[in-house]
């Protein structure tokens, strides 16, 4: 039911009122007989909700949770947030039958799905309304049934409506057949995640209204004069003169973050203390799961190494780091050795350093070790969005369209789901780097692209604003290869350049200046390789996720490097990635980045014959 006291404006307090009452509630979902309990009231930490084997009856229908002290209803999965942890096996086949039980006036209704991230399956079993199927209508359900191909860590979530931020999502692990290239004693999944007490669609029409409203942190005057006594008065005029032209502001990292939301670890608050346990010496896994609507979040535990064995549920060779930055929708896998002490902090801060989320690795329950404070609030640069070099006589004003906007229909970039020439792929080929950088003619004059890059570059080895030089070992793709080979072999038979443009005032996204509704399929034919180059035309990261396929990112020189089921674009990037369309049927295409995808920025793919 639609509950009288949810305020959409607001529901939000100011941070210093919100934090103090996230402190009152350690999260959870609300117990009793649908009765509102006093502000303030929180569950104790629980074990996650598991369900194996092969059947499975999964209900999504509305709970009362508190994260913050006051009662909201959250969409979930037999009653739990985050949804139940499903285990699967490799090689075997499943059976889930999903019932839709959102009660008669649901904010969260009425129709539902839930889409396996990641999971290679048929198209109908996809579960996209209007492409996979229809959706599940109230009191109806749906069987999904398919072979498991894969193994690894995923997840799941919704793909109805705003849904996945309002709380259906959950965890995935597929135990393998064959032993596993690495040895662990214990494992715990970590699923990270977003909530807000707002009305999901509340929030996305105050973006629409006030994009810029989670943006606290503004530049000053005293900022200003700080800059001129570090840089000199003619630098940092330059600097504010390109900034306001652009009518951009280099503070602005993420469109919603810890001043709207609270973040949560396997659905609990950082007051909930999610605790995972061990033993001296043990070799603990810890299955990384960014379930998040919007937030990037850089992960690490004080005192201990990760060492990466697997991204996006694929195998890759070890490396260890101190630190990593999950994009949203991505896996990890990572292997801890604890010993020494009795308690670690486990650490995540979102990229904007507004808020962080943190559990505990411990001997037993009811430990905690120190949590550090949040890093400094990093600035965007122009190097940041692929203009290094570019300040001073440029026309910022101008930038959106000063490149060349050329008709590149050999590379598809306008015309996707015409007539698609084919590229013969070049040997050599700098796909991730280079020159001045030509754009689509759909972005020439658009009121919907409001930023274009000049210079992008893959930025592979570049761990990302806010973390570079920090004086820890941060993973970056460069990082990240596969333990197995290219599992075609064939060289791309054609290339297509996708550019992700958007308009921050108007809080609209897209692909090539194209929004979802106006735009044609890309179309894929069964059985071929192809590459898609994605260039980021915008000031946001964006992980773009392809549905039904692997993308098998490349380096710069074009060749195999690591499989994903998602792809991080930062901000002034350029990289690519080789497809091979051996899922018929169609199949989303888009940014996980939640409202940029409700905003336009997806596209459909289709594979036919």
């Known amino acids: 039911m639609k509950h009288p006291d949810w305020n959409g404006g607001n529901g939000i307090a100011m941070p210093s009122r919100r934090r103090f009452v996230q402190g009152l509630a350690a999260g959870g979902a609300v117990a009793g007989l649908g009765l509102w309990p006093r502000a303030g009231w929180a569950s104790n930490t629980a074990a996650m909700p598991t369900l194996a084997g092969t059947d499975f009856d999964l209900r999504i229908g509305e709970t009362l949770v508190n994260y913050t002290g006051r009662t909201r209803p959250a969409i979930t999965v037999n009653g739990s947030l985050p949804s139940p942890l499903l285990r699967w096996k490799e090689g075997t086949t499943v059976n889930l039958r999903v019932h839709n039980t959102l009660p008669p006036g649901s904010i969260h209704g009425p129709d539902t799905s839930i889409h396996?991230?990641?999971?290679?399956?048929?198209?109908?079993?996809?579960?996209?309304?209007?492409?996979?199927?229809?959706?599940?209508?109230?009191?109806?359900?749906?069987?999904?049934?398919?072979?498991?191909?894969?193994?690894?860590?995923?997840?799941?979530?919704?793909?109805?409506?705003?849904?996945?931020?309002?709380?259906?999502?959950?965890?995935?692990?597929?135990?393998?057949?064959?032993?596993?290239?690495?040895?662990?004693?214990?494992?715990?999944?970590?699923?990270?995640?977003?909530?807000?007490?707002?009305?999901?669609?509340?929030?996305?029409?105050?973006?629409?209204?006030?994009?810029?409203h989670d943006n606290y942190y503004q530049r000053t005057v005293g900022d200003f004069m700080r800059d001129v006594e570090r840089e000199g008065m003619p630098a940092t005029v330059a600097d504010r003169k390109m900034w306001g032209q652009m009518r951009m502001t280099p503070t602005d990292l993420s469109d919603v973050n810890g001043n709207t939301?609270?973040?949560?670890?396997?659905?609990?608050?950082?007051?909930?203390?999610?605790?995972?346990?061990?033993?001296?010496?043990?070799?603990?896994?810890?299955?990384?799961?960014?379930?998040?609507?919007?937030?990037?979040?850089?992960?690490?535990?004080?005192?201990?190494?990760?060492?990466?064995?697997?991204?996006?549920?694929?195998?890759?060779?070890?490396?260890?780091?101190?630190?990593?930055?999950?994009?949203?929708?991505?896996?990890?896998?990572?292997?801890?050795?604890?010993?020494?002490?009795?308690?670690?902090?486990?650490?995540?801060?979102?990229?904007?350093?507004?808020?962080?989320?943190?559990?505990?690795?411990?001997?037993?329950?009811?430990?905690?070790?120190?949590?550090?404070?949040?890093?400094?609030?990093?600035?965007?640069?122009?190097?940041?969005?692929?203009?290094?070099?570019?300040?001073?006589?440029?026309?910022?004003?101008?930038?959106?369209?000063?490149?060349?906007?050329?008709?590149?229909?050999?590379?598809?970039?306008?015309?996707?789901?015409?007539?698609?020439?084919?590229?013969?792929?070049?040997?050599?080929?700098?796909?991730?780097?280079?020159?001045?950088?030509?754009h689509p003619?759909?972005?020439?004059?658009?009121?919907?692209?409001?930023?274009?890059?000049?210079?992008?570059?893959?930025?592979?080895?570049?761990?990302?604003?806010?973390?570079?030089?920090?004086?820890?070992?941060?993973?970056?793709?460069?990082?990240?290869?596969?333990?197995?080979?290219?599992?075609?072999?064939?060289?791309?038979?054609?290339?297509?350049?996708?550019?992700?443009?958007?308009?921050?005032?108007?809080?609209?996204?897209?692909?090539?200046?194209?929004?979802?509704?106006?735009?044609?399929?890309l179309r894929m034919i069964y059985g071929e390789r192809l590459r898609i180059v994605l260039v980021n035309d915008t000031m946001m990261s964006h992980p773009i996720h392809l549905h039904g396929m692997w993308s098998d990112l490349e380096d710069d020189a074009g060749n195999f490097q690591v499989r994903k089921h998602t792809v991080d674009m930062p901000p002034g990037t350029k990289r690519s990635y080789r497809v091979r369309a051996d899922a018929l049927g169609r199949w989303a295409y888009h940014c996980h980045l939640f409202f940029h995808m409700e905003s336009g920025m997806f596209r459909e793919v289709l594979v036919e014959e």
């Open 261 to 438: 939301y609270t973040y949560l670890l396997n659905g609990t608050t950082a007051l909930g203390n999610w605790t995972g346990l061990f033993k001296a010496g043990e070799k603990v896994r810890l299955r990384l799961i960014n379930g998040s609507a919007m937030t990037y979040f850089d992960v690490r535990i004080p005192g201990l190494k990760l060492t990466v064995v697997a991204a996006d549920g694929q195998y890759v060779h070890p490396v260890t780091v101190d630190e990593l930055r999950i994009a949203v929708a991505e896996t990890y896998d990572v292997i801890v050795e604890p010993s020494g002490q009795d308690a670690y902090t486990l650490f995540a801060q979102d990229s904007a350093r507004t808020g962080y989320v943190s559990g505990t690795l411990a001997v037993r329950e009811g430990l905690r070790a120190p949590v550090p404070p949040l890093d400094p609030r990093p600035l965007l640069s122009m190097a940041d969005m692929g203009h290094g070099g570019m300040g001073g006589g440029h026309d910022m004003a101008a930038m959106g369209q000063s490149a060349p906007a050329q008709d590149m229909s050999g590379m598809d970039h306008a015309a996707m789901g015409h007539d698609m020439t084919a590229m013969a792929a070049m040997p050599g080929m700098d796909h991730g780097a280079g020159g001045m950088q030509s």
């Open 116 to 212: 396996w991230h990641g999971i290679l399956l048929p198209a109908n079993m996809d579960g996209v309304p209007g492409m996979s199927f229809n959706g599940i209508a109230p009191g109806e359900a749906y069987q999904y049934r398919f072979n498991v191909h894969q193994a690894g860590t995923y997840w799941y979530h919704s793909h109805s409506g705003f849904q996945e931020q309002g709380g259906l999502y959950g965890p995935l692990v597929i135990d393998p057949i064959e032993p596993e290239p690495f040895a662990f004693d214990r494992e715990h999944v970590v699923m990270l995640s977003d909530w807000t007490d707002m009305d999901p669609a509340k929030l996305f029409a105050r973006l629409k209204k006030m994009a810029s």
């Open 441 to 521: 003619a759909s972005e020439t004059n658009n009121p919907l692209v409001d930023m274009q890059t000049m210079a992008p570059t893959s930025k592979l080895d570049d761990p990302g604003i806010g973390l570079r030089d920090n004086g820890r070992r941060v993973l970056s793709y460069a990082d990240l290869k596969s333990t197995f080979a290219d599992p075609d072999g064939r060289e791309p038979g054609r290339t297509v350049e996708l550019h992700l443009t958007g308009h921050m005032e108007k809080f609209s996204w897209s692909f090539n200046g194209i929004k979802f509704a106006q735009a044609e399929p």
